[in-house]
């Protein structure tokens, strides 16, 4: 492998770049009832994305000499309560 700042011409392909497995998991939960003699029904989820995640930057992409060159932002898990209602 070539070193900076030499202009690189050459890859070394029997040295390729993985990274570990990532396992990102969305859960929510449905609730549907009726309010006064069955003239409304409503319904209400609770939603939770990236379950356990804390938030942090996960390395995408590297450079000829094998340093980090982008980033992704990986969101902390976000939790969401929603309701709506037929008349």
């Known amino acids: 492998m070539q070193t900076l700042p030499a202009i690189i011409t050459d890859l070394d392909p029997s040295r390729p770049i993985y990274d570990k497995a990532h396992y990102y998991v969305d859960l929510f939960v449905a609730y549907k009832t009726s309010f006064w003699s069955d003239r409304i029904l409503a319904t209400f989820r609770f939603n939770v994305t990236n379950l356990g995640e804390q938030g942090r930057l996960q390395p995408v992409g590297a450079f000829p000499d094998g340093s980090i060159s982008t980033y992704r932002i990986i969101t902390p ?9 037929d008349m």
């Open 77 to 85: 898990q976000q939790f969401s309560l929603t309701s709506s209602f």
